[in-house]
């Protein structure tokens, strides 16, 4: 293992903007179509992509992390987010529906061993996945460390964060009555999935409101910046996944199982000042995990856009190629 603080030489730039090469439509069942692209060298090195969320998508800023001519880079939006359909839908739309999909993924493009590369949510779910699917599993870079846990949940959205952004935690728990400020998730999930879309919209735009708001060391004012039919889909989805904690069999399900991927080789990246997803649950997953290094970055929060982050992430990537 190796625990490493701060940038250690200049910064270095995401790659150009590239364009995909290929496109593809995947049916999954009870009506889901996922939308993947690749893009780079088709016949570089595998790595798949998991965005964060749950409930957010693909950008072309995505495919930036990786030298063009050395990877074959795999992106594709999880159920309901992004290109992929029905829009905002959390039918059949489970962690292990996507776990599935991935494997589905790695099928349909002939992959044998890929790095997998996530996030956020995108770090639980490679976890996840990795946990499920040791053998396909080469490599595991992760950013921001998000373990799925109780009092990680509790943390976002029953009051932790709030202490340090009292004016935006206000913003969103003055839509709810004083008796529901106590389980934030339980009391959106009401309104995300009520009968009244425009309710549903006014709740979404504050929930990820207060998610935007938080996400980078510079604060951001986002107020009425979110168009609505994001802010559903990334509303309805996350919560869905957060009022049913991820799907797991109990808490604390990614360390209880860790021992499954402890000879898959790991690089962990985590903002010191990640107001999102505490800086505890990456020290707690590199000490439990043997093959993995930290890299905690003191400059940074929780954004993928942040310059510290981008430039360790892009380092790691071109030395493993």
């Known amino acids: 293992m190796r625990n490493t603080e701060g940038q250690t030489g200049p910064y270095r730039s995401l790659y150009p ?17 996922i939308y993947v692209e690749e893009c780079g060298n088709p016949q570089g090195i595998p790595v798949v992509v998991l965005h964060g969320g749950p409930g957010g998508g693909c950008s072309p800023g995505m495919r930036r992390f990786f030298h063009p001519d050395l990877y074959r880079i795999i992106l594709f939006d999880q159920r ?3 290109r992929s359909t029905p829009h905002s839908s959390v039918e059949h739309n489970t962690t292990w529906d996507l776990v599935a999909d991935i494997e589905r993924i790695r099928t349909l493009l002939d992959v044998d061993q890929w790095i997998v590369f996530g996030g956020s949510w995108g770090a639980t779910l490679a976890l996840i996945y990795a946990e499920t699917h040791p053998r396909q599993v080469r490599h595991l870079v992760l950013r921001g460390v998000f373990l799925m846990t109780e009092r990680e949940l509790d943390w976002f959205y029953n009051g932790g964060a709030g202490q340090f952004f009292p004016t935006e935690w206000r913003q969103m728990t003055d839509l709810l009555e004083p008796e529901e400020r106590g389980s934030v998730i339980g009391a959106f999930h009401r309104r995300l999935f009520g009968n009244d879309e425009r309710v549903q919209t006014r709740f979404a735009r504050a929930w990820t409101e207060w998610e935007s708001a938080l996400a980078t060391l510079e604060q951001r004012r986002v107020t009425g910046s979110v168009p609505a039919a994001y802010a559903r889909a990334f509303a309805r989805i996350e919560n869905h996944y957060f009022h049913n904690k991820g799907f797991l069999e109990e808490d604390g399900q ?6 499954k991927i402890a000879d898959i080789p790991g690089c962990i990246v985590h903002g010191r000042y990640d107001m999102i997803c505490p800086p505890r649950s990456a020290y707690m997953l590199h ?13 940074s929060g929780h954004s993928l856009s942040e310059v510290g982050i981008c430039s360790a992430l892009v380092t790691i990537m071109d030395d493993l190629a």
């Open 254 to 259: 990614i360390l209880r199982d860790i021992h």
């Open 17 to 33: 903007v590239i364009q995909p090469y290929a496109h593809h439509t995947l049916e999954v069942g009870h009506g889901h179509k």
């Open 80 to 82: 309901g987010c992004g």
């Open 287 to 299: 000490e439990a995990w043997p093959s993995s290094t930290l890299n905690m970055i003191p400059t």
